[in-house]
């Protein structure tokens, strides 16, 4: 079967391009030579072009998150044909039963661990239907699970929207070598360089930016380390807000190598209506 191939937008094409010829400008004008370094601007933008060609990947998240505290996860993600995700996520704060797992296939999330089979005779999951779920009551009982839905690799390309980016040097991050950008911008700016994006690249990182807008955070600080083949392989995002830090490090591994995701056993899994008719009973 052939594999469709996912193109990066017109605008997000365009822009790496323009990047690429301001950084080129200076060396080029009287001299005829290149550019023998990229702009930390160009950098970041040709890495984000990059990210829009991903469909695939494993990634590894470490930080703290307002109201959950500390939070270790990691995680295989799929964009097409259709996003799925599987993730085992640990909240260290809140108790020794705070270890999940969690599985996002076919427009439904189920949650495993101790807290899922609580009130559901011993079933080891629960299910979320996503078609229906908004940002009421149900949406808080997800707690640190609201945000296993994101996509990171279209957050990785968010330094994009700061007017500061600057380079940091040179790291190695799981034995690659990197170079390391730096660069703070509030969410405003994030959303206004939303503006020129194609509709389902829009709609996509906009939803990133309401769950942050949520846990309220306003600016943020952003580091992204960007190996040699312009591949954001780690990034940084941190911030304040009223109830507690945000400071949040993803690590990509496997980029666009098979992830297959499938749903828990049905005779495992309990439904938001049986855990709402649990709670009624108790």
């Not at 950098?43 to 060609?53: D, I, L, N, P, Y």
């Not at 790291?171 to 911008?185: A, C």
């Not at 312009?230 to 940084?236: A, I, M, N, S, V």
């Amino acid at each position: 079967m052939k594999r469709s191939v996912h193109r990066p937008s017109r605008r997000t094409a365009g822009a790496g391009l323009a990047a690429l010829l301001l950084a080129a400008g200076t060396a080029a004008c009287g001299t005829g030579e290149e550019s023998p370094e990229m702009t930390p601007a160009a950098a970041v933008a040709k890495a984000a072009e990059k990210a829009e060609e991903i469909t695939s990947f494993r990634y590894e998240m470490t930080g703290k998150v307002p109201e959950q505290g500390r939070v270790e996860a990691e995680a295989a993600m799929r964009l097409e044909p259709e996003m799925a995700m599987s993730m085992k996520m640990t909240a260290a704060d809140q108790g020794d039963d705070a270890s999940a797992e969690i599985r996002l296939v076919d427009k439904a999330m189920y949650i495993g661990g101790s807290s899922a089979s609580q009130g559901q005779g011993g079933k080891s999951w629960l299910k979320f239907d996503l078609s229906d779920l908004d940002a009421g009551t149900e949406s808080k009982q997800l707690g640190a699970a609201s945000q296993a839905d994101k996509n990171p690799a279209a957050e990785s390309t968010f330094l994009t929207g700061a007017k500061d980016v600057k380079k940091v040097g040179t790291e190695k991050v799981d034995g690659v070598e990197t170079t390391r950008y730096s660069g703070t911008l509030t969410v405003d700016q994030l959303r206004a360089s939303l503006k020129d994006e194609d509709k389902e690249t829009r709609e996509r990182k906009e939803k990133s930016i309401e769950q942050y807008e949520k846990l309220g955070v306003d600016k943020f600080t952003m580091d992204v380390w960007v190996d040699g083949e312009d591949h954001t392989k780690r990034f940084r995002m941190r911030g304040d807000a009223e109830k507690g830090p945000l400071d949040v490090t993803i690590t990509f591994r496997d980029v666009n190598k098979p992830v297959e995701v499938t749903a828990p056993p049905a005779k495992d899994v309990a439904s938001l209506e049986d855990l709402m008719t649990g709670a009624a009973a108790g």
